[in-house]
T-cell receptor, first 116, second 113 residues
């Protein structure tokens, strides 16, 4: 069974640009969550999608957005990049949305974004 | 607001030793708690998930316990091996009105051969 895949694995951008990251969940998983990981802040929850609807959102500015397609694949977009957006962006999928106690999350390898 | 703390931040032990990693959380209204390991520069690997109605879960040399009332979880690793070297993170899923997952900063474990 294929795991969660994320593309691209590495990305270098300059300030002011925008970026789109992609996540393909495990087959049969309908919930996709996104996280930002930095050395100083650890893992911070960005948002969660379930059946193409954003169900939960973390405390990030509106420059961070996402969407989910009918096949459960998800994309995350960051506009007007800042130096502080440099981080490892992780995607996780699960069968159930985050309101379920059965919500075991499986993570992808991440996309390493560097903003110069 | 849920806060998750992991102690210690780093741990170095000789191979073969049994060890305990600690996780505490401030809001006991949770759906579940999940333990992960992360190797440098990699994604997270799920180790164990404990639902709020459970007290412990076991997988091989790993045993995780949950005490919701005191806001604590422990991950016990038996007979540690160099391959166990990684950062271990715990994450709680809140059952409050704002349902999201909160992670601890992690415990960096080094097992010395």
């Amino acid at each position: 069974k294929a795991g969660v895949t994320q593309t691209p694995r590495y990305l270098i951008k300059t300030r002011g640009q925008q970026v789109t990251l992609s996540c393909s969940p495990i087959s049969g998983h309908r919930s996709v969550s996104w996280y930002q990981q930095t050395p100083g802040q650890g893992l911070q929850f960005l948002f969660e999608y379930f059946s193409e609807t954003q169900r939960n959102k973390g405390n990030f500015p509106g420059r961070f957005s996402g969407r989910q397609f009918s096949n459960s694949r998800s994309e995350m977009n960051v506009s007007t990049l800042e130096l502080g957006d440099s981080a490892l962006y992780l995607c996780a999928s699960s069968k159930f949305f985050s309101g379920s106690s059965y919500n075991e999350q499986f993570f992808g390898p991440g996309t390493r974004l560097t903003v110069l | 607001k849920q806060e998750v703390t992991q102690i210690p931040a780093a741990l170095s032990v000789p191979e073969g030793e049994n060890l305990v990693l600690n996780c505490s959380f401030t809001d006991s209204a949770i759906y579940n708690l999940q333990w992960f390991r992360q190797d440098p520069g990699k994604g997270l690997t799920s180790l164990l998930l404990i639902q709020s109605s459970q007290r412990e879960q076991t997988s091989g040399r790993l045993n995780a316990s949950l005490d919701k009332s005191s806001g604590r979880s422990t991950l016990y690793i038996a007979a540690s091996q160099p391959g166990d070297s990684a950062t271990y993170l715990c994450a709680v899923l809140n059952s409050g009105g704002y349902q999201k997952v909160t992670f601890g900063i992690g415990t960096k474990l080094q097992v010395i051969p």
